[in-house]
């Protein structure tokens, strides 16, 4: 994206990843989907055309230990996310999801949540 020549941000916790994995050319804000209301700030703060939603809780061992901490972060981090999107006149968001990888290859990608192709 920044290559493309957008202006980018990155919202992350680091609960599994790393500062240094972010380019600099791109604004950082460390901060955890749960937090509803920093979600919010954020988004006003950056006022974003495109959300490109990537956050998730995606260790299976995990998410049997403490399925309540998984549902915390991918269901309500995610609700969150809409929300302060909606909050803020967000265009359009992405989100990338591993559903394929429970029912079968996809004969075209991108695929949308019924198997067809996207409609943008």
């Known amino acids: ?10 919202l992350d916790s680091l609960a599994s ?3 240094k994995n972010v380019n600099p050319a791109a604004r950082f804000y460390e901060l ?10 954020t988004l006003q703060d950056f006022r974003p ?3 490109d939603h990537h956050a998730a809780q995606a260790e299976v061992p995990r998410s049997v230990k403490e399925p309540v901490y998984d549902a915390e972060v991918n269901l309500l981090g995610g609700i969150n996310l809409l929300m302060a999107s909606l909050d ?8 990338a999801s591993t559903g394929g990888r429970f029912d079968g290859e996809r ?5 949308a949540a019924d198997g067809g192709p996207v409609r943008w």
């Open 17 to 19: 990843g790393s500062r």
């Open 107 to 111: 004969e075209r990608l991108p695929a």
């Open 1 to 10: 994206m920044l290559a493309a020549g957008h202006e980018v941000a990155v």
């Open 88 to 95: 803020t006149g967000v265009r359009k968001l992405i989100f």
């Open 32 to 41: 955890d989907v749960r937090d509803r209301e920093g979600m919010l700030r």
């Open 49 to 51: 055309d495109v959300v």
